[in-house]
């Protein structure tokens, strides 16, 4: 009985999920209500604040999946990188561009730092991507590619340089014009790193 009841909980939080992806994807955050997630989701209101205390801890929950998502799918693409360095500027790029998605930059460049607040936002961005980044540069400088330096400090200078690039693009007239133009000062910085 225990585990029907586990699986049904399991089930309703992914339903809820994945429908108030869609929407706040589609729409923003703002412009969707509780309702309209638990109608879509088929589930009850007292569903959705049996799994999450209020619209905004759901909009985290999404928050959280989509970043680990991005995370997973940029480290798919600087798996096969010949080293390092370019792994970091593989990596780079694809951040770009999944940002470029219009589902993933509303989610996470422009309503996530609304709705969690800058200090909120940042924790999930670095819980996600930040470890990624410094075991890269961990293992680029044991092999000699990545010049010694501070990697925490490094760490962080090149997420925030990544995210505020991302950022920029999002916010362009030509975004196109503009991620190459980030994409070329991003290359100049790492090129800066090697040893």
Not at 5 to 30: I, P, Q
Not at 143 to 151: D, K, L, S, T
């Amino acid at each position: 009985m225990k585990n029907k009841h586990v699986e049904r909980s399991r089930v309703t939080r992914e339903r809820l999920l994945t429908h108030a992806r869609a929407l706040f994807a589609d729409r923003g955050y703002a412009a969707v209500g509780t309702e309209e997630i638990v109608r879509a989701a088929g589930v009850t209101r007292g569903a959705l604040y049996h799994q999450f205390k209020d619209k905004a801890a759901l909009f985290e929950a999404v928050v959280e999946t989509v970043e680990g998502e991005t995370t997973a799918a940029i480290a798919a693409r600087a798996a096969d990188a010949p080293d390092q360095l370019q792994a970091l500027r593989a990596g780079g790029r694809a951040f770009l561009a999944i940002c470029a998605d219009p589902k993933v930059e509303r989610i996470l460049m422009l309503d996530a730092p609304a709705v969690l607040g800058s200090e909120r936002w940042r924790e999930i961005r670095n819980e996600h991507g930040l470890g990624l980044v410094t075991a890269v540069l961990e293992a680029g400088m044991q092999a000699g590619v990545i010049a010694p330096q501070p990697v925490t400090a490094l760490a962080h200078l090149l997420l925030g340089a990544l995210h505020e690039g991302a950022l920029l693009v999002v916010r362009a007239a030509d975004a196109d014009a503009t991620r190459a133009d980030v994409e070329a000062v991003i290359d100049r910085l790492l090129d800066g790193l090697a040893a």
